[in-house]
């Protein structure tokens, strides 16, 4: 007998906290489109297919578990940003999944790309990212790395300290170049996130106080040197964020010292980055904004604050990372074991787990799943998978209705998985981390492979 059945489970959970779209029977295998790439959809044999193939397929070809990365999906999200933003730049954000194959991706699709380390700005050269499209992050950028970006000519470096001015300071005097740079401003917003997630309230390492006046100084120390080339201000206020008055407040208080630099100094600065954070969806819970009404809204405050201010209008970018590439995948996973905590709930155990995909256990992040080989008509159950680490929080979906009949060998489907979970994937326990397989047109390709124990073996010199 299964712990819990969805009927008599409903009235405890309530609406607001559990599953709610999973009621019935058949509603175990629907697919909610929004929390999917674009070409999921189940088959009349009941499996998932992607991209044209099925997940049986790419078991036998790849195994499990797997990132499966919906090409077409990716690209289109890639063109709605691009069309949303029209005369704005967007610079997909690097650190939510980069690979040599995202990064020809995007060149073909005309995005520019923001990278926060030496690795990611070599991943960036070597998918053929043109270095004027490139733009540096990063609160502590060595010298060694500081010193790559400008020999490789990248469009912009975001300066987070003043040891970071100094540093680029002098590496310009020292090769005779005038790399161009924002000023990356912590504007004071609380958003409305994960606290670990959240970027510009002034207790934390990320900017330069636009309260406590360290912003204006960051500005007034690079113009009155005339060695680095000041293009404009950078603003990010965090991450998985639904509601746009952090970003109203955001444009407004940056603009705001904009117009002050401008009247102190004469200087107009150019151009304006208000960040990424754009959420999405990871359960029927969240209700994410699409690109064109976030565009929409972002140029309409800058226009606003600008005229309000009499300002000309900076060109504008943004850097959305999750947005873009969050729902292009899911996680194709294996179930190892069913165990039933009698009157308590189901735990269904699948072959990864915290490994790849740490954001349950780091930020309580929700996800969803469904069983992806085949349908069924049993009843729901309230079940949690878990994964197979030596770690009670290694929890990859903490509630979900899944069929009464979910079973070891049943393939097992967690959407919404592009962003930040190959990314900050670890091999704990030593499982080797899972590749990204790339599909589109019927056929799959590896585009990063699967590690392995040889390779982690390799690093243990003995
Ligand atoms: C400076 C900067 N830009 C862009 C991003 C991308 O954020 P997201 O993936 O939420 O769009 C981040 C991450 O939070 C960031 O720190
Ligand atoms: N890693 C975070 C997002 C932070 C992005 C970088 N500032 C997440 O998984 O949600």
């Known amino acids: 007998?299964?712990?819990?059945?969805?009927?008599?489970?409903?009235?405890?959970?309530?609406?607001?906290?559990?599953?709610?779209?999973?009621?019935?029977?058949?509603?175990?295998?629907?697919?909610?489109?929004?929390?999917?790439?674009?070409?999921?959809?189940?088959?009349?044999?009941?499996?998932?297919?992607?991209?044209?193939?099925?997940?049986h397929t790419i078991k036998q070809e790849h195994g499990t578990p797997a990132y499966v990365f919906d090409e077409a999906d990716f690209r289109a999200r890639c063109r709605a940003f691009r069309e949303a933003f029209g005369g704005a730049d967007v610079y997909y954000a690097g650190k939510a999944f980069i690979a040599t194959h995202i990064v020809r991706i995007l060149v073909e699709e005309g995005l520019s790309l923001d990278v926060c380390t030496g690795g990611e700005l070599r991943v960036a050269l070597n998918g053929g990212m043109p270095p004027e499209r490139i733009g540096l992050h990063g609160n502590n950028k060595s010298t060694a790395e500081l010193g790559r970006a400008v020999a490789a000519g990248v469009g912009r470096i975001i300066v987070d300290s003043f040891d970071e001015i100094a540093r680029l300071t002098e590496i310009a005097r020292e090769t005779g170049k005038k790399p161009k740079v924002m000023v990356r401003v912590t504007v004071g917003v609380e958003a409305h996130t994960h606290e670990y997630i959240a970027t510009a309230h002034e207790d934390q390492k990320f900017g330069f106080s636009l309260a406590g006046g360290a912003a204006e100084q960051a500005v007034e120390r690079i113009l009155s040197d005339g060695v680095l080339d000041l293009r404009g201000l950078h603003s990010h206020i965090g991450s998985q964020i639904f509601d746009s008055s952090g970003f109203e407040v955001s444009a407004r208080r940056i603009l705001g010292l904009q117009a002050a630099i401008q009247q102190k100094h004469g200087t107009e600065l150019p151009e304006l980055d208000l960040g990424g954070g754009f959420g999405i969806a990871y359960t029927t819970q969240d209700s994410p904004a699409e690109p064109a009404d976030l565009a929409r809204d972002l140029m309409r405050i800058v226009k606003q604050e600008c005229a309000a201010l009499h300002l000309s209008v900076p060109h504008l970018s943004v850097e959305p990372g999750r947005a873009i590439v969050g729902p292009s995948m899911f996680t194709l996973y294996e179930v190892g074991t069913v165990k039933d905590v009698d009157g308590i709930r189901t735990y269904v155990s699948v072959d990864g787990g915290m490994s790849d995909n740490i954001r349950p256990a780091l930020y309580d992040a929700a996800y969803s799943a469904t069983i992806a080989g085949r349908a069924s008509?049993?009843?729901?159950?309230l079940a949690r998978v878990v994964g197979k680490h030596c770690e009670a929080g290694d929890i990859v979906v903490k509630d979900e209705f899944l069929p009464a009949d979910v079973r070891a060998g049943d393939l097992l489907a967690v959407p919404g998985t592009g962003a930040y979970c190959r990314s900050m994937a670890s091999n704990y326990n030593h499982v080797p981390r899972p590749p990204v397989v790339a599909v589109a047109d019927g056929v799959s390709r590896v585009i990063v492979r699967r590690e392995t124990e040889d390779d982690l073996l390799r690093l243990d010199v003995g």
């Open 377 to 381: 008509s049993e009843p729901p159950i």
């Open 1 to 55: 007998m299964r712990a819990h059945e969805a009927g008599a489970l409903h009235a405890d959970l309530g609406a607001a906290n559990g599953p709610s779209w999973l009621r019935t029977p058949g509603d175990v295998n629907a697919l909610v489109p929004m929390l999917w790439p674009k070409t999921v959809t189940r088959e009349h044999t009941g499996e998932i297919t992607v991209g044209g193939l099925s997940v």
